[in-house]
């Protein structure tokens, strides 16, 4: 049962229980009451909102009269199902829009949206059995507030893996958890401006737009760098004079290209010269497919001049909503001398013990191997499709790590018209133009293709709708 609050106006001259039944009516016309739902029994509408309970049942009688509401013997007054007919016209137009956009998504069978991850490998009974041992009442502490850069106990668990697997080094003091790359990235801008590091950025042209706006909208004046085969134009960066670059050198977004060690030496000798601060986002690091690692750039610093970001979306889940940010020593002082230890924690803190349960009881590190397998498989079945329906027609880039590639198509289509021709098909594809931040630059006939979220049967028949969108058809035109 839910509470009406409605403000009556004993002044206006209407009838209280006619403005109770109009309120009520509107709110069920306008969709915020939901069929089914019970009204409040009279007595508890009345004594709510201090009228006599004689008003709220001519009021109630109204809605029942008018058919609004129906009553069940014994239970209640519920909201009735109203029949789309029996709706004002404007009301059917909302409704009917809503149907025709749930029929345009459903009509796409085949999403490659980068960012969906395979949710079905998620580990849930296991999750669902720590989430409860952190419910558990003798768990009372978790019920405040808590530390503002994350729980201890998850900050450790955290700094281990990442010691072990990408040889971060760091002490857990040194480790903020957040929710969200995005959000960390605010803070980070924040704590930049006070550190006397200027409010010129260096970013990899292209890059992640989502980050590009983050520092804008912080003041950030972007310098685009363009990108060379082994990642970003370490020239271009020093004359750009930003002392500050955010970068994904072990991935680069969206290209794919792996940053070599002699090039991620140079770059710490740029940040050691100039002064300047790495902003190192290793989004994905654990789905590497090809070759061995190569040690994270936090890893290599011997001058403690970058921020080594982290998330938990590709191997988890994004709708989780945890990342970390490893700051450098000089930035964690700033940032307690500056006050923003008043900043609360944004992961719920019951979130994040069971992550810290989870990793210390080793279901991370097998959760990582099982997804990284399973990932593989897809992308190997993506690859294989691709180049057996469309060969030399296509380039493939990006293929040694993560959870999408980019498609170079040759077939004379822009990216508009690789969309655009894919969704007749009842596909969905992705444009790359956004990427950069000089749109003009942007590759003119390449579309980007996730595939972490859809099973291999999908990503194969995916790939033959493709197929027929962008070269059968047209040779049957
Ligand atoms: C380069 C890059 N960094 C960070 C993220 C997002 O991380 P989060 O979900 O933690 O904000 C993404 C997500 O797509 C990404 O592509």
Not at 60 to 85: F, K, T, W
Not at 438 to 456: C, H, N, W, Y
């Amino acid at each position: 049962m839910i509470d009406l609050t409605v403000l009556l106006n004993r002044e206006s001259g209407e009838a209280l229980y006619s403005q109770l039944y109009q309120y009520i009516k509107q709110e069920i016309l306008g969709g915020k009451l939901a069929a089914e739902t019970r009204l409040p029994s009279i007595r508890s509408l009345a004594a709510h909102l201090h009228i006599s309970r004689n008003t709220v049942d001519l009021a109630y009688q109204q809605l029942l009269a008018e058919g609004y509401v129906q009553s069940r013997p014994r239970s209640g007054l519920y909201v009735i199902d109203l029949e789309l007919e029996s709706l004002p016209l404007s009301h059917q137009m909302n409704k009917k829009g809503l149907k025709n956009k749930a029929q345009a998504s459903s009509a796409i069978r085949y999403d490659f949206r980068y960012g969906d991850v395979d949710a079905a490998h998620f580990p849930f009974a296991a999750w669902r059995k720590l989430a409860n041992l952190s419910l558990h009442q003798d768990q009372l502490d978790l019920c405040s507030y808590g530390d503002p850069l994350g729980e201890p106990g998850l900050r450790e668990e955290i700094a281990k893996y990442l010691h072990g697997s990408r040889g971060v080094n760091c002490t857990p003091e040194q480790m903020m958890i957040g929710a969200g790359v995005q959000y960390l990235l605010g803070v980070l801008s924040r704590l930049l401006s006070g550190a006397n590091n200027g409010s010129e950025m260096a970013m990899e042209e292209p890059g992640y737009d989502g980050v590009r706006t983050i520092f804008a909208h912080h003041g950030f004046h972007i310098h685009p760098i363009p990108l060379e085969t082994d990642g970003l134009n370490i020239q271009k960066l020093y004359e750009s004079k930003s002392r500050i670059v955010y970068m994904t050198p072990s991935h680069q977004f969206p290209y794919g290209m792996v940053m070599p060690l002699p090039k991620r030496m140079q770059l710490l000798k740029w940040a050691a010269d100039q002064i300047g601060i790495i902003i190192e986002d290793d989004y994905d690091s654990e789905f590497r497919y090809v070759g061995k690692p190569i040690p994270s750039l936090q890893s290599l610093d011997t001058h403690d001049r970058t921020v080594y970001l982290g998330t938990f979306s590709k191997c988890l889940l994004p709708s989780l909503r945890i990342a970390y940010m490893v700051l450098p020593q000089k930035l964690i002082e700033l940032h307690a001398e500056q006050d923003y230890r008043l900043y609360d924690q944004t992961v719920s803190r019951f979130h994040q013990k069971t992550l810290e349960l989870f990793m210390k009881n080793g279901h991370w590190e097998a959760h990582i191997r099982r997804m990284r397998n399973v990932y593989r498989e897809k992308q190997f079945t993506l690859i294989s499709m691709l180049q057996q329906l469309m060969g030399a027609q296509v380039t493939i880039i990006g293929q040694d790590a993560g959870l999408h590639i980019l498609l170079r198509v040759h077939n004379g289509m822009d990216e508009q018209q690789l969309i655009a021709t894919a969704e007749e098909e009842s596909v969905r594809v992705y444009p790359v133009s956004l990427f950069w931040a000089q749109r003009a630059d942007a590759e003119k006939s390449m579309v980007q293709i996730g595939f972490g979220g859809l099973s291999k049967e999908d990503i194969t028949e995916g790939v033959r709708a493709l197929y027929r969108a962008w070269f059968e058809k047209r040779r049957d035109e």
